[in-house]
């Protein structure tokens, strides 16, 4: 049987399936434009929210429309998370508002997902910067490390490496920068349907979770999102208290739910969801599914994602790309709208090794010419091009 499930695993050997993933991430840099367009002074954080999903949804029902059976959509929900708020924040109608000011540093993340081929993108900026009047400071220094971060993984998430290599960069980049990546986080692989694959990068992991966390090889045809989320202070993220909005079904677990509210929530979510994460903003009657999915979650039929905070004061930026292992070599399907210019540190990195891989060539026309310049100079510089 599960040799049947492995022929049947879709992946991006194919080309309708990277045509897919295409598509989506298409769709997820505009929704992130889009948000990032609306984020001014006295917008509240639900307006975002409220307009990513619609754009989503909106622009997903415009492609395969002769698909009927087709799922498409959001992946992710759009998240807006401010200053010291790490991640999930979400926030339904009846929740009190956040209303964003100037100097807010401000991290939007959502994902789009096409026949189940997801696509994710974040991106961190502070509220008002201008070229005139860029960031200094702590949130310069935090949103220019994570960027930093995403840059080093871009080069090293890549068929033959190993995912501590990632881990390892990202803790000497953050503390070049006097920051700490959030503890324990996780990127995942990508799988169709599936938005927490078993391959994994660890940020800044504890003893424990180092002797725990799996070592893992890229390899080709793999998909990942690669997701960086850097602090100005300790790195450990807490339950805020903050209700959580934002949950996904686990496929694994069955149960007889005993409350009418649950099973009505729960063949609703799974009928529009599947699994992939959602949002309780999407429930017509807000107050039933929040009732529904209480059952739910107590029995673990969905996981939730807890909006996590780390100490007052302190800021967050996260970071969040796509890419595909393809044969000949990575591709960055999202990417943030990240402008140097807009933030000044005084700290840079200094390890000569990062230094090089940082300014190494992501351009696959560059790696394609260095494979040409190998073939002609024999093996011997091969394995130099594909170091």
């Excluded at 033959?160 to 990546?181: D, H, L, R, Y």
């Excluded at 990942?224 to 208290?241: F, P, Q, R, T």
């Excluded at 909005?245 to 409350?259: H, I």
């Excluded at 790309?321 to 210019?341: C, D, K, Y």
Aim: glycine residues 6%.
């Amino acid at each position: 049987m599960s040799g049947d499930e492995e022929t049947q695993e879709q992946t991006i050997a194919d080309d309708l399936v990277v045509t897919k993933y295409k598509m989506g991430a298409e769709i997820a840099n505009r929704a992130l434009k889009t948000v990032v367009a609306a984020a001014a002074a006295g917008v509240s954080v639900l307006s975002l929210c409220e307009k990513g999903d619609a754009f989503i949804v909106a622009e997903t029902l415009k492609i395969f429309k002769r698909e009927k059976e087709m799922k498409k959509g959001i992946a992710f929900p759009t998240c807006v998370s401010v200053n010291n708020c790490v991640c999930h924040c979400s926030p339904l109608k009846s929740d009190p508002d956040i209303v964003l000011k100037d100097g807010d540093l401000v991290k939007i993340d959502l994902g789009v997902h096409v026949d189940g081929f997801i696509s994710n993108v974040a991106h961190s900026f502070v509220v008002g910067v201008t070229k005139d009047n860029p960031v200094t400071g702590r949130k310069a220094d935090v949103i220019k490390a994570a960027h930093l971060c995403t840059e080093a993984a871009l080069r090293l998430v890549k068929p033959g490496n190993q995912n501590t290599q990632v881990t390892e960069a990202w803790n000497k980049i953050a503390k070049s920068f006097k920051c700490s990546p959030i503890e324990g986080m996780l990127s995942h692989q990508l799988k169709q349907h599936v938005i927490d694959g078993e391959k994994t990068i660890i940020q800044n992991p504890t003893d424990q979770q180092k002797k725990d966390h799996e070592k893992a090889e890229f390899e080709v045809h793999e998909v990942y999102a690669v997701d960086v989320l850097i602090s100005s202070g300790e790195g450990k993220a807490k339950d805020g208290g903050q209700r959580t909005t934002v949950y996904k079904r686990d496929p694994n677990k069955v149960y007889g739910l005993k409350m009418k509210a649950s099973r009505t929530f729960f063949s609703e979510m799974e009928r529009r969801f599947d699994t992939m994460p959602f949002t309780m903003r999407a429930f017509e009657d807000e107050s039933k599914a929040r009732l529904g999915v209480t059952e739910c979650v107590k029995h673990e039929l969905v996981q939730p994602f807890t909006v996590l905070q780390e100490k007052e004061g302190e800021f967050v930026a996260q970071f969040k790309f796509t890419v595909l292992l393809m044969a000949n070599g990575p591709l960055r399907i999202t990417s943030s709208l990240f402008e140097p210019e807009l933030y000044k540190s005084e700290h840079k990195v200094e390890d000569p090794e990062l230094q090089a891989l940082l300014q190494s060539s992501t351009s696959r026309k560059a790696q394609k010419k260095k494979k040409k310049k190998a073939s002609k100079t024999g093996p011997a510089m091969e394995t130099e091009a594909a170091e």
